[in-house]
């Protein structure tokens, strides 16, 4: 790192060299202040020297990851200087080479100034860094927050393993619900096909005993016989109201076809000839579009429904039904009303479950069954039955949304009628 | 109504196989209340239904059966393999087989008809239509329909 001299300065240091005198001559006579110069230049040349060493041994170590290399390059060279101008200072003692201790003080100086001027700039940035406690601390820190992701990314873990396992669960669960569901519209099926049997016999043999034995029975013996007649046909009525119920979507007969909606309420009403001659009824309906739907089952719909219009009557009433059917976006409303006894507000959901009945038997027959297949005729289709009356005695209408493009609830295309025979 | 038969004497062999006791007593009882002339054989299962119109063991010296009412749900052997037996047999295959059933299944149904059952009659529940039945059976079977002579002895 020597800085070069110009020419003609070199010269004239040359020039004049040879009348000085070595400082030695200054402490003649005093030879432990010669030495004490000595020793202490010496010791502090050696410092000087092993200074840089140290630093030039740690930029090695350290390369390319120190920031301010240059800058510690620069002052381990200002420490060099110094330390050889301790050195001049002992061989001046004796040699005097005062030309050469100048120019090495000068560039000494050169250096030093360098050296300054380079770390100034460097003090914001000096300044700007963190002390190896901060470093710590900021690690620390990180560290804390590390920690505190990865608890979360284990938490988000589990939660995601819980509920995957909650979705297989549910899925399981709906499996098991659709299974038992369908289980039990088999046992429904089945139970109400073999209790047909003995009830066939009950009802010939009760019929039997009524032909050939009637006349040899009197007062409580034809009592009971025609208990048992009634309580046959009531449950006669239930199995067939039952096997009705479990046969509603039953694979093997679902068949959606459109056809005029009149032509389908028109064969409904055939069976309720009797009834509504009896009664007087009266039964007009409205312009009646044409229906994509299982119509078999949409007559057994109107059927209930007509009957029910029928059968809850007030005494000596002359029932007047009337149905209609309008197009509400997607689906078609058919209202089937009547002038009837009506439904209690607080009843018009009850109406539709299972055997649930709001009148005794001996008042209006029935099974209990009938809306609840209408509802689930509905279900069926897609659609929704439900029921409004402005209440008792005031009638009651019966509403049917029907999709218009309906989606039949497929109920297990592989399980077909059991094929129950007796 | 009398019938051809009975005018000349000749009474027809039905074979009723039927397991449960009661609907056996009731169809019996029907059946006298048609007032036909007829010679009733019964079987309770349907391995005894095939040894009787077989012939077998027991059963040698039996009449063969004119016309036989096969219910399906009967124990050992089905009503169904009862009916594939006697339709692929040469000699008993032209005997006509009314399947008197409560069960009102398309696969019953189709099935009987696809193993040759002369027709399938579904049980009524009153006695009365029961009644009617066994008439029809009587008029239809025993008096329009020209039954078919027993096949000769092969062999």
């Given amino acids: 790192m020597a800085a070069p001299r110009a020419p003609g300065v070199t010269a004239s240091v040359e020039g004049s060299d040879g009348s000085l005198l070595p400082h030695a001559l200054s402490f003649a006579g005093q030879g432990d202040l010669l030495w004490l110069h000595v020793a202490a230049d010496a010791l502090t040349a050696l410092a000087y020297f092993m200074i840089p060493m140290t630093l030039v041994y740690f930029l090695r170590r350290r390369q390319g990851t120190l920031s301010f290399g240059w800058a510690i390059s620069l002052f381990a060279a200002f420490i060099l200087l110094c330390g050889t101008s301790y050195v001049l200072g002992i061989i001046t003692l004796w040699s005097p080479i005062y030309w050469a201790q100048g120019w090495l003080k000068l560039l000494t100086a050169l250096v030093s100034i360098a050296t300054a001027a380079a770390i100034l700039p460097l003090v914001p940035r000096l300044l700007a860094m963190r002390s190896p406690e901060e470093l710590a601390a900021a690690n620390q820190q990180l560290a804390q927050a590390n920690a505190r992701l990865e608890e979360t990314n284990h938490q988000l873990q589990l939660e995601m393993a819980g509920r995957e396992v909650a979705e297989r669960e549910l899925r399981r669960s709906l499996a098991d619900l659709n299974r038992a569901v369908a289980e039990l519209e088999q046992f429904a099926y089945i139970a109400s096909h073999d209790l047909q049997a003995p009830l066939r016999n009950i009802a010939g043999f009760v019929q039997l005993l009524e032909r050939r034995y009637r006349e040899r029975l009197e007062g409580d013996g034809l009592e009971f016989l025609d208990f048992i007649g009634q309580g046959v046909r009531q449950m006669k009525a239930l199995i067939e109201d039952l096997l009705a119920l479990s046969r509603v979507g039953r694979g093997a007969e679902s068949r959606l076809e459109p056809r005029p909606l009149a032509a389908t309420l028109e064969e409904a009403l055939k069976p309720l000839s009797g009834q509504i001659a009896s009664s007087g009824a009266e039964i007009v309906h409205g312009e009646l579009p044409v229906v994509l739907a299982e119509h078999r089952l949409l007559g057994q719909l109107f059927q209930n429904l007509i009957g029910n219009a029928l059968k809850f009557q007030g005494q000596g009433a002359r029932p007047r039904i009337e149905i209609r059917c309008s197009a509400e976006g997607e689906r078609w409303h058919v209202v089937i009303a009547d002038n009837g006894i009506g439904i209690p507000p607080a009843q018009l959901e009850a109406v539709f479950a299972i055997f649930r009945r709001l009148h005794p038997q001996d008042e209006y027959e029935g099974s209990g069954i009938g809306l609840a297949i209408c509802r689930k005729i509905a279900v069926h289709h897609g659609g929704e039955l439900f029921a409004t009356s402005d209440g008792e005695g005031r009638g009651s209408q019966f509403h049917l949304l029907l999709p218009q493009q309906p989606r039949l609830r497929e109920s297990r295309p592989g399980a077909p009628d059991p094929g129950v025979g007796a | ?155």
């Fill in chain 2, 1 to 155: 109504m009398p019938t051809d038969q009975s005018a000349s004497g000749y009474r027809p062999v039905i074979l009723l196989v039927e397991d449960n006791l009661a609907d056996l007593r009731l169809a019996q009882e029907v059946l006298k209340e048609a007032n036909m002339a007829h010679e009733l054989l019964v079987a309770r299962d349907g391995e005894q239904a095939m040894k009787m119109v077989r012939k077998e063991g027991e059963y040698a010296g039996i009449k063969r059966p004119d016309l036989i009412l096969l219910d399906l749900n009967l124990p050992r052997k089905h009503g169904r393999e009862v009916l594939a037996e006697i339709k692929s047999d040469p000699q008993l295959k032209r005997i006509p087989v009314l399947i008197l059933s409560t069960s009102k299944a398309e696969s019953d149904v189709a099935g009987c008809y696809d193993a040759h059952a002369n027709c399938f009659l579904t049980k009524p529940v009153a006695l009365d239509d029961f009644a009617v039945l066994a008439g029809l059976i009587r008029d239809f079977w025993l008096h329009w329909v020209q039954l078919p002579p027993a096949p000769q002895p092969q062999g």
